[in-house]
């Protein structure tokens, strides 16, 4: 599967944002899709995660309660909905995909997950 991910930009603190991941193919339904982010000069971490179906999502706590993660398997597209941004979610965020059974838990480390998207920037000033 191959992945696109879109729509970072420069907000401001407080402003919203919403990123899409837009997958190639016929199988994306067969993968759980997370969202991770990478500062300058800091590791990628962790954002959230989705099931195959939608139905279980996972947060970093840094997140929980601002950011809403979501899909819509017939348009093969994921999104990851921003809600006050603060300058400390500037990032480049990436979407990956994890083949996954559909039972599985939902994966949040970085080496479960086999494809990835090229980045999109989101810079919030303060």
């Known amino acids: 599967v191959q992945l696109q991910a879109s729509g970072g930009g420069l907000v401001q603190a407080g402003d919203s944002l919403r990123l899409s991941c837009a997958a190639s193919g016929r199988t994306f339904s067969l993968y759980a899709i997370g969202w991770f982010r990478q500062a300058p000069g800091k590791e990628r971490e962790f954002v959230s995660a989705?099931?195959?179906?939608?139905?279980?999502?996972s947060y970093a706590d840094s997140v929980k309660g601002r950011f809403t993660i979501s899909r819509d398997n017939n348009k093969n597209t994921a999104f990851l909905h921003m809600n006050s941004l603060r300058p400390a979610d500037s990032a480049v965020y990436y979407c990956a995909a994890s083949r996954t059974i559909q039972s599985a838990p939902i994966p949040t480390d970085s080496g479960s997950y086999n494809y990835w998207g090229q980045g999109t920037q989101v810079t919030v000033s303060s």
């Open positions: 989705i099931s195959r179906g939608g139905g279980r999502t």
